[in-house]
């Protein structure tokens, strides 16, 4: 199965297989392969190639973007929460909310970009004190297994808006949810190499953390993965770590 995105294409994974079941009734939901390190390195190196398009468009056209996510989040409300039932156990409820809080996302990203950045000046003794928000490059998204959808979704609208360029890695237990918000994202005419999916469990983890072509982690998940993170990259403040 095709199930990595990657400078806009799809592909086949190269490592170890995977598979999703359904907690309830451990009915097999998607299968596929991981992704191999080459594989890594290339979805780093696409969302790299496509960073300077993306943060040199105006920023009017990239809220284009993520406003028609949020219309395609609308239109396929209905199959991205029962995708979320079935690969978490969640009651249908529970994951209508989660999908609105996506869609919702998106209007509160933007009110705040517009609230904390821009540029601003003022006199400093004999100078003067100038401050500009920029993108920081490229970023890698891990996603937990209870929020699929909504968690990893805080962190890549947002950068997506700042015109920051992401590899998405989900929970090797939701990556059905996973193709889906991607394929959302698609739809919606993200272009290509902006935002890169690949799927995987530990080993991916580790290959896209230790990327050194990457300039920034957001992580959701276990307190014992985010303390080796926060170690991995201590000494490093060229690069953004963000733990829950």
């Known amino acids: 199965m ?3 995105y990657i400078a806009g294409a799809w592909h086949a994974g190269q490592g170890e297989a995977l598979e999703s079941l359904n907690p309830v009734s451990q009915e097999t939901l998607w299968q596929g392969q991981a992704a191999s390190i080459v594989q890594v390195n290339a979805a780093v190196q ?3 190639a496509a960073f300077p398009a993306w943060a040199s468009r105006p920023l009017d056209e990239r809220i284009g973007v993520l406003e028609q996510f949020a219309v395609t989040l609308k239109q396929h409300a209905d199959a991205l929460g029962y995708c979320i039932g079935e690969e ?4 249908l409820w529970e994951t209508a909310t989660e999908v609105a809080s996506m869609a919702n996302k998106v209007a509160i990203s933007i009110q705040s970009y517009r609230e904390r950045t ?3 000046s003022g006199p400093l003794a004999d ?3 100038v401050l500009r928000h ?5 970023v890698a998204v891990f996603g937990p297994y209870n ?3 909504h968690l990893p979704n805080g962190h890549i609208v947002p950068a997506l808006l700042a015109g920051h360029c992401v590899v998405f890695k989900p929970s090797e237990v939701t990556p059905k949810v996973a193709e889906l918000t991607v394929k959302c994202w698609i739809e919606a005419g993200l272009p290509a190499g902006v935002l890169n999916l690949v799927q995987g469990a ?3 983890g580790v290959a896209l953390a230790a990327h050194d072509g990457i300039d920034g982690v957001f992580f959701t998940g276990s307190s014992r993965t985010g303390n080796l993170l926060h170690h991995q990259f201590a000494g490093r403040p060229d690069k953004i770590l963000a733990l829950e």
């Open 2 to 4: 095709s199930t990595h």
């Open 202 to 204: 530990r080993d991916t």
């Open 127 to 129: 100078a003067t004190a």
């Open 134 to 138: 920029k993108a920081h490059g490229v």
């Open 46 to 48: 696409a969302a790299r």
């Open 147 to 149: 929020f699929p959808c």
């Open 118 to 120: 821009g540029e601003k």
């Open 88 to 91: 978490t156990g969640k009651p």
